[in-house]
């Protein structure tokens, strides 16, 4: 929590029982302490959560100039986007920018972090959309008061806050309202049996946009069996597995709402494998507007959201002391309209 007394290498010293100088030796490592004393001190050490760094300790509590990201991929180009704005906010600010990437392993996500917290990184910036459960709630409140007690900041990006009153900042965009908007566009078109491909039940970003369909198709009147929520997860190969099976499953389907664009580039080809064609059998719709998207056959409309703008926020937020109401920020998307979406087919 904020004002969190920094644990000091004494307090450790004492816990151990022994002097001030064997503590310093065995968390520099260059010298030989006997194995039990090691033991005893690191042991201390972990008890007191010490965070035992030179750097740390001559800059007194001030951190190093640095700025590290933890995303899940830097494959996808929403997670690059992010990291680009993260980079070039820091690089305008004089600060270094450090990425890592877990591959979704939270013991991988948890040893960055407390890598960050002892090299004296002044903010940590967790990146994308995750599954909220017990696990994550609590780990994220560990890592808000861990690198508060340092004088650190973590930031939640394209998340929010698992928890009130934890000491993290949080940057996000409206993911419901894009797919409110998105989702209307379709009904405007005529379209009145959607899929949305590539919902990831509990995960944030997800929900959200499928909370947005749902809201959509309800102010249109739309009975509850017009929705079609097909949960496999986002990625091309997920896109095109689903739709490939919705096209046999549910052939009164006239329009597919991807979960992101890469779910929409899978969409795409499986509807082609079927001898369809976009949009004069289905529309398609996507979420993000990556670079491509404007390149796919048909151009994707899509929900453009501001990946880089989101990185630049995160950073600009967490240099700046925000006041008791602005420890959170909310950025807008709106629609880009191109040509994958059409009126629904008349054989239907």
Not at 1 to 15: D, L, W, Y
Not at 98 to 110: A, H, K, S, V, Y
């Amino acid at each position: 929590m904020a004002g969190k007394e920094r644990v000091t290498i004494r307090e450790v010293a004492a816990r151990a029982g022994v002097s001030v100088a064997t503590v310093s030796r065995v968390m520099s490592g260059n010298y030989p302490v006997p194995a039990a004393t090691r033991t005893r001190v690191l042991r201390a050490a972990k008890a007191l959560d010490y965070v035992a760094n030179s750097h740390a300790r001559a800059l007194h509590g001030a951190g190093r100039k640095m700025v590290a990201v933890v995303m899940r991929q830097v494959t996808s180009p929403f997670y690059a986007h992010v990291a680009e704005g993260v980079e070039a906010e820091a690089a305008a600010n004089g600060w270094l920018c450090l990425i890592n990437t877990t591959g979704g392993d939270p013991q991988r996500e948890m040893d960055f972090v407390q890598l960050m917290r002892e090299e004296g990184a002044r903010v940590v910036i967790l990146v994308g959309g995750v599954v909220e459960d017990d696990a994550y709630r609590e780990r994220v409140a560990h890592y808000a008061q861990a690198l508060d007690g340092v004088g650190a900041r973590l930031v939640l990006c394209g998340r929010p806050s698992p928890q009130p009153g934890l000491p993290a900042l949080v940057v996000e965009f409206d993911n419901q309202a894009g797919a409110h908007a998105l989702t209307s566009h379709l009904l405007t078109a005529g379209h009145r049996r959607i899929a949305f491909v590539g919902a990831l039940p509990g995960n944030t970003a997800l929900d959200a946009r499928v909370a947005g369909y749902d809201s959509a198709l309800t102010e249109h009147g739309l009975p509850a069996d017009a929705r079609t929520v097909v949960a496999c997860g986002l990625g091309r190969a997920a896109g095109y597995q689903a739709v490939t099976r919705l096209l046999d499953e549910a052939p009164d389907i006239t329009a597919v709402f991807a979960g992101d664009d890469m779910v929409a580039a899978g969409a795409l080809r499986a509807i082609a494998d079927r001898g369809l064609r976009v949009p004069d059998d289905l529309s398609v719709v996507g979420y993000n507007d990556i670079p491509l998207a404007e390149d796919f056959n048909p151009p994707l409309t899509t929900v453009r959201t501001p990946a880089e703008e989101l990185g630049r926020a995160a950073v600009r937020l967490a240099l700046r002391e925000p006041g008791p109401s602005e420890s959170s920020l909310l950025l807008g998307t709106h629609i880009v309209v191109r040509k994958s979406v059409g009126p629904p087919p008349t054989r239907h």
